[in-house]
């Protein structure tokens, strides 16, 4: 590889400035690296440890030999950087290239129009976040930046020969670079950073000294291992940087130090549910944060989940076999979220779905005040707050690839009196949201959103809504579940008739918690006034997620599978339906009835499917199910038509076109219309595919390999966790050779 720069020179050989060093020379990045230190013996040892090639204790001693290749790294204590700015500006031509590594950027930066008076075009500065409580040359470590964020706070002034330099000089030690303003930068670094050094080194020296107990520490354990080993970082270095850095500083302290007298109050009175409202927040937010630490590098967590590529390598051929039970419904979980939060008392769910999409509503809730408990395997307790008992949430509703979720808090949060806004990942932000904000417009509420209806929304709350009739142009339940959750908070009745029939989980849960729902024909309305008393809710296993176990049974041959548990809520059961005019094999075992939906454990056996004309009153009832079916169709004699369904080309991705796409990629006839598909069965090929980003395209053709020729490579998996997080793990104990592979 061709050096990035020709001489890297160091100014502070501790941790940072020498880990830089010993990365270059590591990765052959530079032709030669120089030290500069203050003291004699640091030069000596950084030449010994062969972190540098030489040293020196003073910048004139090189600055003769620099020129428009080399680069120079500030890595002193925040506060020692101006005499280092003063030193450059008397001894190095200004095209040299200079960076530094200061953890707080608006200081260096004053100190920068203090030196020189004005921006420079060849000072870039920038933040490495990585380091350790080790400290000085001996700890210098050549992989401390490998997968580690680097964060640069160009200026206007900033040229991007100089930009482009240091990127390239951090990209090329493993670090992963972004772009940052500085008032962004130490705003966010004081309280993702500082705040923390300075509870730990607080805390420490309040136990240390003040506890009157010499031997405190002995009776230490992990936990407090854990929580202060910052306490031991350099305290020069934090010095620095808490004098740099005071104003953010300061702001993080006082909203600690309010939260944590809150927090003491609610000791005090011995307010349980508080209590467990703080620490149910804190845990599910460190767990989250444990989660992507441990699935993925640290730079690709920090920046979006969504960038971690997962891709899925099946092997061809097999059957499927066994007795599975596949995760809670999504559609129910996000709804007894929603109806346990408003509802008053205590709610109990089993068989939550702790998908990302259903956790997604949790979160939102937890935002706004709700204590929730769990989820732990599959148990959830929401400590209802009623109707109007919801609080504005502090920052935005972050609710990830979930359209549900979006659409059906809307229609809640038009009826609040405060202002929320509602964002989602980039899937989510292409999807149409007019068709939800339109009504309640209509109703009274006031909604912006991004270009043609697109996320975010934000809706303003505080209006007075009136009960309107909406006749739904297409056949959607979020659409009608929106209308109708809007509908307890407007002034008389809300109704709307729908095209098809749609799930009814909404209608059928509004009446659980004690609400009254009327249906007259296709028209379902509600009246305000009422209240939703909490109970107890059984969640079924989601007939969307058996889907895909009940098409691998359906094309493989020799297969014969049991889906224990499975909702067959007449409004969801248009894939059996689907899969039985195909010719597939399927009964229903041990139909029961379990907190108001119907239940079976359903059983698939293999026998030839044929290609058929999809009846289009079938289509709502199986809309998230055409990914799978039309796997079945590619395996079944003959072809398939499906007409009347566009809504799917408004999903997660266009699964029309991305089933299309893929299908075409391996090796199947089919012809993509403008409201479906014309698949014509035959032989699947060995190939890769591109699932989108979509979860149920993802899973779609994994179970496709079983009748594959050869391999299938499926990319863009992460998001199978937003719906069927242990999908792997049931596709391998059923039978499909499936190997993941993270990048
Ligand atoms: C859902 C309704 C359907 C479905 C989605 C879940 C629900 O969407 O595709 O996965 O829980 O109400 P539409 O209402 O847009 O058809």
């Known amino acids: ?136 040359v001996e700890a210098a470590n050549p992989d401390l930046y490998d997968k580690h964020r680097v964060i640069l706070t160009p200026t206007q002034t900033n040229t991007r020969d100089h930009i482009k330099k240091v990127y390239d000089v951090w990209k090329s030690v493993g670090a992963d670079v972004v772009e940052m303003s500085i008032p962004d930068h130490d705003v966010v670094l004081a309280s993702t950073s500082h705040l923390p050094h300075v509870i730990a080194f607080s805390l420490v020296d309040t136990l240390a000294h003040d506890s009157n107990n010499e031997n405190i520490f002995r009776y230490a354990a992990g936990g407090f291992r854990d929580f202060t080993r910052i306490a031991s970082s350099d305290a020069t270095m934090w010095r620095d940087i808490m004098l740099a850095n005071d104003e953010a500083i300061l702001n993080a302290i006082d909203l600690f130090s309010t939260n944590l007298s809150r927090l003491k109050q609610a000791i005090q009175a011995k307010d349980a549910k508080q209590i467990t409202g703080v620490f149910t927040r804190a845990k599910a937010a460190r767990d989250r944060f444990t989660l992507m630490l441990s699935n993925q590098a640290y730079n690709t967590t920090m920046s979006n989940s969504e960038n971690a590529n997962v891709i899925y390598h099946v092997a061809p051929g097999g059957s499927v076999k066994g007795n599975i039970r596949v995760p809670g419904d999504k559609s129910i979980s996000h709804r007894s979220i929603m109806l346990g939060s408003l509802a008053e008392g205590v709610t109990e769910i089993s068989g939550f779905l702790e998908g990302e999409d259903a956790l997604a509503t949790l979160q939102a809730f937890r935002d706004m005040g709700v204590v929730i408990e769990g989820p732990n395997n599959g148990r959830v307790t929401v400590n209802g707050v009623g109707l109007h008992g919801l609080e504005a949430p502090t920052g935005s509703l972050y609710v990830g690839n979930s359209g549900t979720s979006m659409r059906l ?84 009745e809300t109704s709307v008739t729908e095209p098809a029939p749609t799930r009814d989980h909404t209608e059928r849960m509004l009446r659980g918690f004690g609400y009254e729902v009327k249906r007259e024909g296709d028209k379902i309305s509600v009246q305000s006034g009422g209240k939703l008393t909490a109970c107890e809710i059984d969640i079924p296993a989601d007939i969307s997620s058996a889907t895909f ?20 809520n007449p409004t969801r059961i248009g894939v059996i339906n689907i899969l039985k005019l195909m010719g597939a094999d399927i009964t229903l075992h041990n139909e029961r009835e379990v907190g108001g939906e119907p239940v079976a454990d359903i059983q698939v056996k293999y026998v030839p499917l044929k290609g058929i004309q999809i009846p289009e009153e079938q289509v709502p009832l199986a809309i998230d199910e055409f990914p799978a079916l039309l796997v079945a169709a590619a395996c079944a004699e003959g072809k398939t038509v499906l007409t009347g369904a566009e809504e799917l080309r408004v999903k997660e991705t266009d699964r029309i076109q991305a089933m299309a796409d893929g299908l075409i990629a391996l090796g199947i006839e089919c012809e993509p219309t403008p409201d479906g598909i014309v698949v014509t069965g035959g032989q699947i090929q060995s190939g890769e595919v591109e699932s989108c980003g979509d979860h149920r395209i993802a899973m779609s053709f994994t179970i496709a390999a079983l009748r594959a020729a050869g391999q299938i490579t499926v990319k863009n998996c992460a998001n199978v966790a937003t ?21």
Request: proline share 5%.
């Open 1 to 136: 590889m061709p050096h990035v720069i020709d001489k890297l020179v160091v100014i502070g050989i501790g941790l940072i400035g020498g880990s830089l060093a010993a990365a270059l020379k590591k990765q052959h990045s530079c032709r030669e690296v120089i030290g500069i230190a203050k003291r004699e013996d640091t030069c000596a040892r950084a030449v010994e440890l062969n972190i540098v090639d030489r040293a020196y204790t003073s910048l004139q001693t090189v600055a003769g030999e620099l020129g428009a290749q080399d680069l120079i790294f500030i890595a002193v204590p925040t506060l020692a950087i101006k005499p280092v700015l003063q030193d450059i500006k008397n001894c190095i031509p200004e095209n040299i290239t200079i960076t530094d590594g200061a953890s707080v950027k608006g200081s260096v930066y004053q100190d920068v129009m203090a030196v020189f008076g004005e921006e420079q075009a060849n000072i870039v500065l920038g933040h490495p976040i990585a380091g350790s409580e080790k400290s000085g």
């Open 409 to 492: 808090l809307s229609g809640i949060l038009a009826g609040q009196k405060f202002a929320a806004e509602l964002t989602g990942d980039e899937s989510l932000t292409k999807r149409p949201m007019n068709r939800v904000a339109n009504p309640l417009r209509e109703m009274g509420a006031v909604i912006d959103t991004a270009e043609e209806g697109r996320p975010p929304m934000k809706i303003h709350g505080g209006e007075a809504l009136k009960g309107i009739h909406y006749d739904m142009p297409m056949a959607s339940a979020q659409v009608k579940s929106c209308l109708l959750l809007a509908g307890l908070y407007a002034e008389g």
């Open 549 to 568: 176990f009940m098409v691998a049974a359906a094309i493989a041959p020799g297969s014969d599978i049991t889906l224990t548990h499975v909702g067959i």
């Open 723 to 743: 719906s069927f997080p242990n999908f792997a793990d049931l596709a391998k104990q059923v039978g499909i050779s499936l190997d993941i592979i993270r990048s």
